[in-house]
């Protein structure tokens, strides 16, 4: 219920959603911060003391239960392959290739052309297999258009991970 409240289906997040829900919580968290400062003075007894005091910890329980429950929602681990869905291939083939058109001609062409030539191989291997031709296509075009910028460029072999 959670998941479906504050992301979307797509799993981006819903920003209107979630600041207020964050903001509420800090507050929570807050005011029973100020719950424990000032428990000493308004507690009587040794009970009522430690009641206050759970209760200033149990304020601060929802944040830090939403906080866990975001990081731990995350599927991608360093030591990992990212998994990408196909509208982020997608969007990441559709950006090299503007970048590749948009830094054509200009003085650091070919570096610059490189780099995206070796991120659209990063992404062939990183695809599905519905999507890595079209990848892999991305990547031998910026290889021509390297070419025809530098001349006959010497052909820089595909590194494999």
């Given at each position: ?84 869905s ?6 990441i083939?559709?950006y ?55 001349g ?10």
């Open positions: 219920m959670l998941s479906r409240a504050l992301f979307t289906a797509d799993g981006r997040i819903r920003r209107r959603r979630m600041v207020p829900t964050f903001i509420a919580l800090a507050v929570l968290a807050l005011l029973g911060g100020m719950l424990v400062a000032f428990a000493p003075a308004a507690a009587d007894t040794r009970a009522l003391f430690m009641t206050l005091i759970g209760l200033g910890i149990a304020t601060k329980l929802p944040l830090i239960g939403l906080i866990a429950w975001l990081v731990l929602r995350n599927n991608e681990w360093p030591s990992r392959p990212p998994k990408w196909r509208a982020e291939v997608g969007e083939v559709d090299i290739r503007q970048e590749a058109v948009r830094v054509s001609g200009r003085r650091d062409s070919v570096a610059r052309l490189t780099y995206l030539r070796d991120e659209a191989w990063h992404v062939a291997d990183r695809a599905e297999d519905a999507q890595t031709p079209e990848a892999v296509a991305l990547a031998l075009e910026i290889q021509a258009l390297i070419e025809a910028e530098h006959s460029a010497p052909r820089v072999e595909r590194r494999t991970p």
